[in-house]
């Protein structure tokens, strides 16, 4: 069978054993409603508690901070459009929302509708090293400002966001921050108390963890809690009602647990890795620029520019043997280059020239020398060629991820 691997963890990353293993039983043996008074029912109850505290733990947070949702994007929403509608409510003066220009889609879309409904929104710019300006963003941060989001850690470049500074200066002008974390949380160790976090987002698919759920963190000292998007049965605390899915929350707290065990060391390795690929591409005389090689970064993410190399046509080359994505993605017939690599003032040219990697938890030494010699062979075979201006050759989705 061809060797395939796989260095797209910032789109997924793959399940640990050790969280399928404790979900496996909540598909069958032990299935049930959390809701059920019965003795099934109550069991499921308590080990959806018991994932809540494990949850809760990989982020300095009390369990009943914690709400489950689907996912981060929906955890945006639910934080951005929900707080906005509770200010709204509450007759609060405020109606300015900020985000960063390198935000996750599902929190610019989010102040897009925001805009739609009436409220202020604005972008805060980045440096050309993928961290938000803090001058900048102080700048736009008033007395009638009720929302700051700000992520952990960037999807498409790695870098880790200033969040302790950023939550005193939003704090300092009497708004709130909420942090999309979906990247930072089980990559890096984050403590929402400590950083004075109002709102969080989670996903469990970034960490190890199932698809289909995440949380949103609402801190017990937030002056709002955001009003719900769906209405129902009344489940966690009626801000994200519907059934709440067992196997999905218990693999998502077990992937938690592991994670606040053995980032550390994960790290560690993670950081050899991507010093030893980019040392296999420097053997073979790779050309290429590290992007946001000054900022903080996660352990294991490379943004790697290759230049005057068109980054899709090696990803598409690469495609039956190494995952991996680019920075730009094709739209009905165009290419359209990533808005964070922009913001990070690029031209259309240097972005169609990224990579992005991200070496998880379970790729190995192996992986890395195998993938270091077929990056090589494919940069080398398609420099010199001119940028491939076919539709069919920018067939990568990527930069939404
Ligand atoms: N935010 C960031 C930074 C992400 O990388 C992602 C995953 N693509 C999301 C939000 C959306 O997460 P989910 O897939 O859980 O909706």
């Not at 069978?1 to 598909?27: F, K, Q």
């Not at 505290?53 to 369990?63: D, N």
């Not at 939550?167 to 004075?196: E, N, T």
């Not at 280059?337 to 790729?363: C, E, F, N, P, W």
Request: hydrophobic share 45%; net charge negative.
């Amino acid at each position: 069978m061809n060797r395939i691997v796989y260095l797209d963890g910032h789109a997924t990353t793959p399940l640990a054993d050790e969280a399928a293993d404790a979900m496996a039983p909540y598909w069958t043996a032990r299935a049930g409603n959390a809701q059920s008074p019965h003795a099934r029912g109550q069991a499921v109850a308590a080990a959806i508690e018991l994932a809540r505290e494990e949850v809760a733990r990989l982020i300095g947070a009390q369990p009943q901070e914690i709400v489950f949702t689907s996912g981060a994007t929906e955890a945006n929403n639910l934080a951005i459009l929900g707080v906005a509608e509770a200010a709204r409510r509450s007759g609060s003066g405020r109606n300015k929302v900020i985000a960063s220009a390198i935000e996750h889609k599902s929190v610019l879309a989010a102040l897009e509708e925001l805009a739609n409904r009436g409220f202020e929104v604005a972008l805060a710019p980045v440096t050309t090293d993928g961290v938000v300006d803090l001058a900048a963003l102080e700048a736009l941060v008033d007395e009638r400002t009720l929302l700051v989001s700000l992520m952990g850690a960037n999807n498409e470049v790695g870098t880790i966001q200033p969040l302790a500074q950023a939550a005193r200066l939003v704090h300092a002008k009497g708004a709130m921050i909420h942090s999309d974390l979906a990247q930072l949380a089980g990559k890096s160790p984050v403590d929402v108390a400590a950083l004075d976090l109002d709102y969080a987002s989670l996903s469990a698919h970034k960490l190890y963890g199932p698809m289909g759920v995440g949380a949103l963190f609402v801190s017990g000292l937030a002056d709002l809690k955001p009003r719900p998007l769906v209405f129902g049965g009344g489940q966690e605390r009626g801000l994200r009602p519907g059934t709440l899915p067992a196997p999905l929350l218990v693999g998502f707290g077990a992937a938690s647990a592991v994670a606040t065990r053995d980032m550390a060391e994960v790290s560690q390795r993670q950081q050899v890795l991507a010093t030893e690929l980019l040392a296999g591409l420097a053997a073979r005389q790779v050309r290429l620029h590290q992007n946001a090689i000054d900022a903080p970064r996660l352990p294991g993410s490379l943004s790697l520019r290759f230049p005057s190399v068109d980054a899709d046509e090696v990803v598409g080359r690469l495609a039956s043997t190494i995952c991996l994505s680019t920075g730009s993605a094709c739209s009905a017939g165009q290419i359209t280059v990533s808005h964070v690599l922009k913001a990070m003032s690029m031209s259309d040219g240097q972005a169609r020239s990224v990579i992005r990697v991200y070496i998880d938890r379970y790729t190995t030494l192996d992986d890395i020398h195998f993938a270091a010699g077929e990056i090589a062979t494919a940069v080398m075979g398609v420099s010199g060629c001119h940028w491939v201006s076919d539709p069919v050759g920018c067939a990568h989705e990527v930069h939404t991820h």
